[in-house]
């Protein structure tokens, strides 16, 4: 899937992904592209641009540690990340119904 299809939720896809709990950044990607069944195998050029922004934001908090004698930064999400989580669902809810109506195949509605 072209990474334009995600304008707009890429960072409710990366909140979701750290839902369950920390992960460094290339698990964020990996969880991603592996509960999408592969659909959404973003580039790290995408995909750690987008963590810094929501570190930012204050919607993860990271840190650093070192695991086999490599750094790793691991991110979380912090309370108001969970919320901007519920947020991004709900948004996402209403425009996957309002879409699915759309492309549905019922006739429009007539003007005269």
């Known amino acids: 899937m072209r990474a334009e299809a995600l ?7 990366l909140l979701a992904a750290l839902e369950d709990g920390p992960r460094h950044g290339y698990a964020v990607k990996e969880a991603l592209r592996d ?3 592969g659909k959404f195998d973003l580039p790290t050029g995408t995909v ?11 919607l993860i908090s990271g840190s650093w540690s070192v695991v086999g004698g490599r750094r790793r930064r691991t991110y979380e999400l912090t309370d108001e ?4 989580l519920a947020g991004a669902r ?8 309002a879409i ?7 006739p429009w509605p007539a003007t005269n």
Request: no cysteine; charged share 20%.
């Open 7 to 13: 304008k707009g939720h890429l960072d409710g896809l």
């Open 35 to 37: 509960t999408t069944g």
């Open 48 to 58: 750690y641009p987008a963590l810094h922004r929501l570190e930012q934001a204050g």
């Open 81 to 84: 990340g969970r919320r901007s």
């Open 90 to 97: 709900d948004h996402w809810q209403e425009f996957a119904a």
């Open 100 to 106: 699915s109506t759309a492309l549905g195949g019922s």
